[in-house]
Structures are given as C-alpha cells and as structure tokens.
C-alpha cells in the first residue's frame, strides 16, 4: 500500500540496540545511567566549538523530514517554512518532489500562490518559469532573445520521499557521508495500519522533541486521561545510544483512556513506553498494551524559533478497519493538546548546556538528546543557519 525510496546515504541508525563487530559499540552501547548523567561528558572535546543552540539554529548535514507525502498534489505547489527559511515544494510530471527557495527573484513574490506545467514552476505575477534546477528559463515580458538575469535562479534542495514523507538534505557536506533515514518499518508492514495527520505546537522544535521523549510528565500533564498522579515515579532505566540516536524505556501500570477503555475493557495489562530520538527531528514512541502495540513516528518540524508543526504517522496492530482511524486520530490530538500546554510554557531553545538547567535521573534520554545535539552542532563548520 506504501511506497519506501530511502534512496541513498548511510543509514546509521538502524544500529540502535546491536553489536558491532563483535563489541557491544560505543555508538550502540548501553550506557548507565551515572555516565549519562556525567554533565562533562563529551562537552570537553578539543574539536567542540562551544556554542549555544539559538531559536534560529538548524543542525546542518542532515536530512529534514518537511512534509507528509500525501499533502503535496500534483500541480499544486506547498509552502514550507524551515526555522524561517521560506520554502515551496511541487511535483514534476512523474510525481517526482523538488524543493526551490519560495520567493521569486524578480519581485519576491511567493511561488506557492504559482502553477506547475511541464514540470516547471510559475510565478504568479508576471509568469516567470523556473525549471526544477532553480534556474529561470522564461520571462513572458521579455522581447525575442532578450537576456534573463543571472540574478534570476533559485536554490534547490536534495530531496527524498520515504516513509510517508518529503525529506530535504539542509547542509554542504556530500550526501552519502550524511546519515540516512530514521526507520520506520511499520510504514510498509501489512500487519499494521498506518494514519497521518500535523499538530501545531507553540514552543521551540528542542522543546517538543524533549517532550515526546519525556519519561516524568504523564502523571501530572496527563492527569485527566492516562497519567497516574498517585504514582510518579519513574523506575531505573537503561539507555540504547546509537551516534545520532538515543532509546530507553519504562514498564507501568495501565490506566486506560481514550480509545484504550473501550480497546481494552475489564483487563488492565502492564504497559510499556519506548521513546527514541533520531537527530535532527525524529522522535518515535512504541506503546505496548499485551498484544496491543501502537507506534508513533512524529516528524517535528521547526517553522520558527517559537512555532513548530509535527508531521505524525500513528500505526498500530489492531482494529485495522478504517472505521477506527478517527477516534485513534482523536487520541493523538487530545494528546498533544495537553503536552502543548507545557511546552508552550517554556522558555526558547532548550540549552545545550547542561549546567544550565538541574536534572533527575528520569531525564537521561533527554540529557542523551542535547548530548548529541552539542556534538552535532560541534561539528558544524560555521554558525551560519543557510546551507
């Protein structure tokens, strides 16, 4: 039913939770709670540039997921905003994705407001054609054989389409020395039914992305549907770290909510929570009910450095008829609706200091998240944000 081109790129992160050449690796080891909780590890390296995430700051050679693939229609162009970098996507004749800087370069005028034919995009203002390289390949204003303007071409991106999504490579460094794709393996899996849907969060995308991974907040943020104040504590866990990528898990006793009180009736079993991170902007979250699984794969897009839209994709291995998919619709937003609310109260970019701000050990996937965002931001070769 689904269509998977991860195309090309090394994909570092299917390594989370296996060995490597026989070791249990460094990039894909367990590490303890007390060395995630080293507030020096790591930050100490002579190749680090110290340097603070800020609201307008993209990790640079990565790919972005920027888009769901079904919100992109042939002939109609879509405007993406990338932490405040304009964006338009449209589709060439063989449904192929193509990413253009948004403002045409004669007026500034948005492409997104522009038509598609024969596979080139059309200002809507005075008709200047773009070809899917960016350069402009036509002025209707312009007398036979008149010059167009060097000035008159626009940037285009590398992009891919997989897993339900439009994914844009932001950075300089070659492609397949990047990281690959974040796997999603339910996207094409038979057994399980997949739903998309976006939320509209208001807080910075480090922000959101601490949140989906977040082990303490249900009981109290949650607390009307499946938080269980009367029991906060979060029990010891282990961590899985990959070179960009983080995993851990707790076990818990079930409150059933939402759909999950007719799903599961009379029967209460433990639950599990799994929450990964993927640099720059996956996170993924697995719910284990006995034989009931869900996972959440969320693509959390930074719009600007106050606003962020996640891109979801719900799936789950039960009640695959279709009639259900708008009540397991409803739960993901009455979720984030609750979670937008903390997170809204929030100050900016969430440090990439760690002493700036205290900790429990609860917190170790999220120390592990800034960790890999400090070494990633260390290895930028300048602060500027555009590629």
């Known amino acids: 039913m689904h269509r998977n081109n991860s195309g090309s790129g090394r994909n570092i992160f299917d390594k989370v939770g296996h060995s490597q050449e026989g070791k249990n690796p460094v990039t894909v080891a367990r590490k303890s709670l007390k060395a995630m909780l080293d507030l020096t590890a790591d930050h ?9 995430l800020t609201g307008l700051d993209l990790i640079r050679n990565f790919w972005y997921a920027i888009a769901l693939g079904n919100s992109l229609k042939q002939k109609h162009p879509l405007a993406v905003s ?5 964006l338009v996507l449209y589709r060439d004749q063989s449904g192929r994705a193509i990413a253009l800087d948004a403002r045409c370069r004669h007026r ?3 492409l997104a407001g522009g038509w598609v034919e024969n596979d080139c995009l059309h200002c809507p203002y005075h008709g200047w054609r773009y070809g899917s390289d960016g350069a402009c390949q036509h002025i209707p ?3 036979e054989k008149a ?7 626009l940037k285009s991106y590398p992009v891919r389409e997989a897993q339900g999504l439009i994914w844009l490579f932001w950075g300089d460094a070659m492609i397949e020395d990047s990281p690959g794709l974040p796997p999603f393996a339910e996207y094409t899996d038979p057994q399980w039914r997949t739903i998309n849907g976006s939320f509209h969060w208001d807080g910075h995308y480090s922000r959101v992305i601490a949140n989906t991974i977040d082990m303490a907040h249900a009981p109290f943020v949650h607390a009307t549907a499946f938080g269980r104040k009367e029991a906060p504590q979060v029990p010891s866990y282990q961590l ?13 006793d079930t409150k059933p909510a939402y759909s999950l009180k007719w799903i599961l009736g009379d029967r209460f079993p433990e639950g599990s ?20 699984q869900f996972a959440l794969y969320l693509a959390h897009v930074p719009i600007n450095s106050s606003e962020t839209i996640t891109l979801w994709q719900h799936s789950r291995n039960f ?3 279709p009639l259900a998919d708008f009540w397991m619709a409803q739960d993901v937003k009455k979720t984030f609706l609750q979670d937008n609310e903390a997170v809204r109260l929030q100050s900016g970019a969430a440090p990439v200091s760690l002493s700036e701000e205290a900790h429990a050990p609860s917190d170790a996937l999220e120390i592990a998240y800034r960790k890999c965002l400090h070494r990633a931001m260390g290895m930028q070769k300048s602060p500027r944000t555009k590629p």
């Open 240 to 252: 899985e770290a990959g070179e960009w990528t983080g995993t851990g898990m707790i076990r818990f």
């Open 44 to 52: 100490d390296a002579p190749h680090f540039h110290h340097r603070q």
């Open 141 to 143: 204003a312009n007398a």
């Open 273 to 292: 929570f799994r929450a990964t991170f993927y640099l720059p902007n996956i996170t993924r979250v697995d719910l284990k009910f006995g034989g009931i």
């Open 108 to 110: 500034g005028t948005h």
């Open 147 to 153: 010059a167009i303007p060097r000035q008159a071409h």
């Open 319 to 321: 009640l695959k008829t």
């Open 82 to 86: 990338l932490m405040g970098h304009e």
